[in-house]
Every structure is written in structure tokens, then in C-alpha cells.
């Protein structure tokens, strides 16, 4: 089974960066199209950026322009860079497939405050 295990989080400045990381078990992750979900507290999760197995990548507008999201298939790891941080973007992050596997990962916090 596809073990997934995010890390990169923290408290950021408003404006700032961040860079997150999801490491993924198992050898078929190249065949995935992957992507980075984020659920703030009483919110749905939602997903904030996607990339197919060619490198294609798709972004709501919420974070288009400020996110960007990358995989090197030969670490089985995919990344987001965060910039121009929001206080919006505060939530718990997560990695997953397109569509998404039944379970997830522990996620990683993202707080975003002055």
C-alpha cells in the first residue's frame, strides 16, 4: 500500500514562502497524476494544485500565480512552493492522487500570520 508523508509546514509570514514536501511509498507513483489538498478548520478539503504524470500542471485561482507544484518521479516526491503567502492559505496540507486514494497522510500544518 502507498504510504504518503507530507513535511514543509510551519508559521509564515504574510507575503512570505513556504516549500512543502510529500513523500510517497511504492514504486507506481510516476503513473499518477498527484496533487496538494488543503482543509482549513470547518472548511471542506479542497484541492489547490495538481500535476499529471507528464508534468501538466492546474491550479484553482485562488492560488494560480503563487503556487507551484513539482514532482521528481525518481524520489517518488512531489513539492509546492508557496509564495505570497495568505492568511487564507492557513490550513492543513495534503498529498494525494487525482482521484484520491482512500487514505491519506498526516498532513502539514500551514499557519499564516504576522
Known amino acids: 500500500q502507498v504510504q504518503l508523508v507530507e513535511s514543509g509546514g510551519g508559521l509564515g509570514q504574510p507575503g512570505g514562502s513556504l516549500r512543502l514536501s510529500c513523500a510517497a511509498s511504492?514504486?507506481?507513483?510516476?503513473?499518477?497524476?498527484m496533487g496538494w489538498y488543503r482543509q482549513a478548520p470547518g472548511n471542506y478539503r479542497e484541492l489547490v494544485a495538481s500535476?499529471?504524470?507528464?508534468?501538466?500542471?492546474n491550479y484553482p485561482d485562488s492560488v494560480k500565480g503563487r503556487f507551484t507544484i513539482s514532482r521528481d518521479n525518481t524520489k517518488n516526491t512531489v513539492y509546492l512552493q508557496m509564495n505570497s503567502l495568505k492568511p487564507d492559505d492557513t490550513a492543513v496540507y495534503y498529498c494525494?492522487?487525482?482521484?484520491?486514494?482512500?487514505?491519506w497522510g498526516q498532513g502539514t500544518q500551514v499557519t499564516v500570520s504576522s
Open positions: 494525494n492522487r487525482l482521484p484520491p486514494w482512500d487514505f
Open positions: 511504492g514504486g507506481i507513483f510516476r503513473f499518477f497524476t
Open positions: 500535476i499529471t504524470r507528464n508534468g501538466n500542471t
